[in-house]
């Protein structure tokens, strides 16, 4: 039988409140196409008339069809093209596979593992979200179901790239991805001349934790830069990224823009401009860093 298109009308919402409860986001909700709880988290999935295919966890929005690709793009491009030839790349989080598709793209990259917490995300993702989750069957591929603190412990000298794409601090298991303990490791776990990227939370309701994020990060490499991009269906809109080096190699001074122009994959968001637009920040931001 052929389904028709259902009248959403303005009684079938989805809701996100922000932290603290100051207010939040409400999609209209077309169909709910799964819900299940993990032994980590409330997982849903629905379809909006307007954000397509939409992933919360414990009622906090990870993913819409319409704008994933901002935040992905953001995460994954800024490091890897700052690499000179990344091959061996670590994601932690990132379980719906939207930041290994975008890993993927480099054709240097000859192995990609992908550290989540939660299974039960990745199988509900190849289910229901083929727009982010495509390349998670790609032989380059490692799967491991494990919290990301604990497993980045047992490398030392590995990785070119470590991508952090982790829940809320306040949200799940993703707190244990804000220690500084953790980020000691992700700096040992990285070969010499390695890069780690974080998301650093937004900065205008989540700053606390942004600021924390980004520090202690800082503590622990010789250089690390906080950068911004837009993600309309993420608390404020704006959302952080920090992107840190263990030989100083520095995101701006060091950028190489015709990497990005010659770039043969299709991309959406990011290119060379935005790459050195994103790191300019608001006074506000700076004032939160301690970089005013
Ligand atoms: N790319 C989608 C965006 C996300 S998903 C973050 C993922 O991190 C989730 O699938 C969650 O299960 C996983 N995760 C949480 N804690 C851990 C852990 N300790 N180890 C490994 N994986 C973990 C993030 C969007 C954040 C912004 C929302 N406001």
Known sequence: MEEKELKTGRHSIYMEWYSKDPGGLFMRVNRWLYSAQSPFQRIDIFESPFYGRVFSLDGITMTTEIDEFMYHEMLVHVPMFMHPNPKKVLVIGGGDGGSIREVLKHPSVEKAVMCEIDELVVKAAIEYLPYTSNKLSDPRVELVYEDGAKFVRQFKNEFDVIIIDSTDPTAGEGGHLFTLEFYKACNEALKEDGILCAQTEGMTYDWEWGTTAYKRIKANFPLAKMYLGFMPTYPG??????FASK?????IKDFNPEKVRNF???LRYYNEEIHKA???LPNFVRKYIGED
Do not use: L, Q, R, V
């Open 237 to 242: 809109g704006m959302w952080s990224y920090t």
């Open 247 to 251: 030989t100083g190699i520095d995101p």
């Open 264 to 266: 043969k994959e299709p």
């Open 278 to 280: 994103a790191f300019a």
